[in-house]
């Protein structure tokens, strides 16, 4: 079990504050206030299907004042702005489980799954009182409620088989939670299969990928298309 307080201060970084178009130097340092309690449990076996298996959970609030955040500037994606956001309160729930099995003599399923809820608030009050009234308690831009991911590893000597599901639930490009900022969730599955091999004295890696496996489109953030399918191959050689 764990459980933690934290007061922390942080100031904005040198691009945060001066980067060609995208820094503000009129940013105001980050307070935040977070509270965590916890749980993980874990169990090895020596022999046996199931080999290692490990589950853990954390319930968090944050109250972040000035909390730092970049978002597009007007419809452009090449034009970004930092900026801060008065006030804002985070409240969430993480989860992970993760297990590996022994399927057959050489061959290993590793498995991790995770989940996360996030309800990050903005309370920050405006001089527009039109503006507070769309804003107050609104979801801050691209933070969704709900996501998670599937990751699994299958293993068999030099041989490794790759898959990762990633999900990203809705979300708003402001905190103007209304229809026009809407953003649809996404997800996107990869696929890579890695071979190692040992080559005089040096060790070796090469691997095959298909990544967005199946040629969904998404945004991760407003008028930026993401990849369709795409294939890379790489090899690696230690010295």
Do not use: C
Request: proline share 3%.
């Amino acid at each position: 079990f764990r459980a933690f307080y934290k007061h922390i201060f942080r100031m904005p970084t040198f691009n945060d504050l001066y980067y060609t178009d995208i820094g503000n130097v009129q940013l105001e340092p980050e307070y935040t206030y977070q509270y965590n309690l916890g749980a993980q449990y874990e169990k090895s076996y020596k022999q046996g299907f199931f080999r290692h298996w490990q589950v853990q959970t954390d319930v968090y609030y944050n109250r972040v004042t000035n909390k730092i955040i970049a978002v597009p500037k007007g419809s452009g994606m090449y034009r970004w702005m930092m900026m801060n956001v008065g006030k804002v309160e985070i409240r969430g729930v993480d989860f992970s489980a993760s297990a590996t099995t022994q399927l057959y003599k050489d061959w290993l399923l590793n498995l991790k799954t995770s989940y996360t809820f996030q309800k990050a608030q903005d309370f920050t009050r405006r001089k527009n009182k039109e503006l507070e009234a769309i804003t107050y308690g609104g979801q801050i831009a691209y933070i969704p409620w709900h996501s998670g991911s599937v990751i699994a590893n299958l293993v068999y000597k030099d041989w490794q088989l790759n898959y990762s599901f990633i999900y990203i639930g809705e979300r708003y490009h402001s905190s103007a939670n209304i229809h026009d900022n809407y953003e649809q969730p996404w997800y996107t599955s990869d696929l890579s299969l890695v071979k190692s091999f040992k080559w005089k004295q040096f060790s070796n890696k090469v691997s095959l990928e298909v990544n967005n496996l199946f040629s969904q489109d998404y945004e991760v953030v407003l008028n930026y298309p993401m990849p369709k399918r795409n294939y890379k191959i790489t090899l690696t050689v230690e010295i």
